[in-house]
């Protein structure tokens, strides 16, 4: 899960993946930001602030799975030729604590990357100050296809 | 699944949805609402536009499960006394084609309410004009909880 | 949905799938066997007794998975052409009751069949006489593969 | 997770688990045993037999369930005090690789022990001498619930 797609860098990998999130408008409106890339993991921040809350004033647990699955689907095209596109076919997600703190911080880990499909783990954290806790745990499918010629 | 809770006429149970609906600032920040409240069931609209796109200019996957789990959250609550809460304890959902169309209706069905558990089926179609297409299905769980008292 | 894969009846499409459960060891030892079989659709009946127990007398979640499993693997079977095969690429089954009663039946049925990926709705009743209890809800993804030539 | 209940020393919950385990009728009809027991983990082991196949000749998928379930079912009940007994909620498993090699290990592990439910991350491996393949991922959700008294 270490090695670069033959004919990427490090730099290229990151500069696709951040390109890409640019065109996401939900990760824009919810003010989300890619904090960390590497080949078969990504971490994606979110500022915890009322537009993203639930009715009790934690992270809605669709804002968490919703930059769960983001983190996971850019883990996955790290490791993907750049001809290659992902699309989620299924993600699962346990919430296990109230989604508090300053901010939460979603990691996508490849657990088995495969030509067709690609599966991550998905770990979710509120942080505020040192104190992280993990309130977000899951698991997504991902498929590869042919990225849309420009 | 059918009955009301004691107690509580459909006018009150749809009313304390809404309200706590309302609270929720991610739902205002997507652009969605509660378009059908029956006992054991309720459907979620969210418009399709570029602010909760993934980068291809669908509705992006985490959009779709943010509505679907709230649909299956407040479909469980259709069925609970007003002493009571709900928590999303986990959720699952497969996307079966791109969230296309004018807008997207998730609908959320309770499958079997328990004293502490209870279980939704969501489903997902996205609608233009008469066509409405399946984009995505999905399992949750739920936790009751003792409402806070204000 | 409903449509024959071309070039099969449904003779010859349930004459295959017997054949594939026929070689499944863990269906035989498990005392499972196929009930129905429908172009999308397909169960499985497990008669209950100790050796499918878990330590409670009811049946193992397990063995309701398994057959579950089974059940979808094969629904989405009767939809692919006799040069393929399908593997399970992950399933998800919430237990909503007991499963208590005379015997189980597991239902597969098809949600979304792609050329590549099927997506299957998988449940699970007990039965007891005239009584049928829900008694376990899942979701499955399957994979469609090239059958090995013999 | 690394903390015993109090009034229960290791031996004691290893000897509890053990002559759960022993009434469960499924485990011994698929050959399984438990070969780890700490708290907050326990491993199963399934040696590859006819027996536990599918139509490949692989350990089938419902048979890998159905230990890794019962893996991350005993690993709750680790954590718990002696008047509890656990049940499955619900577990998603993904299949990573075939399930080949000589026998199989599946390991469950607390993420997040609460008085009512239990988070389980799943893992199974497929070993063949020295070598170890990670073939199926999964997570869990249990219940905690009054043990019957005898």
Redesign the interface.
């Known amino acids: 899960m270490t090695d670069q797609p033959p004919g990427q860098d490090a730099n290229s990998v990151a500069a696709r993946i951040q390109a890409?999130?640019d065109?996401?408008?939900?990760?824009?409106?919810?003010g989300a930001s890619i904090t960390h890339v590497e080949p078969g993991r990504v971490r994606i921040t979110l500022p915890r602030?009322?537009?993203?809350?639930?009715?009790?004033g934690y992270v809605?647990?669709?804002?968490t799975?919703?930059?769960a699955?983001?983190a996971g689907g850019y883990a996955a095209l790290t490791l993907m030729p750049q001809t290659s596109?992902v699309?989620?076919?299924?993600?699962?997600?346990?919430?296990?604590?109230p989604a508090s703190g300053d901010h939460l911080e979603a990691t996508g880990t490849v657990?088995?990357a495969g030509r067709?499909?690609t599966?991550c783990?998905l770990e979710v954290f509120a942080v505020e100050g040192d104190e992280r806790r993990?309130v977000a745990?899951?698991?997504q499918?991902l498929?590869s296809i042919p990225a849309?010629t420009e």
């Open positions: 890409s999130f065109r996401q408008g939900l990760m824009r409106l919810l602030r009322p537009e993203v809350s639930q009715q009790g809605h647990a669709g804002a799975g919703a930059i699955d983001t596109e699309l989620t076919v299924e993600y699962k997600l346990n919430l296990l604590a657990l088995r067709t499909l599966v783990q993990f745990a899951g698991q499918t498929i849309p």
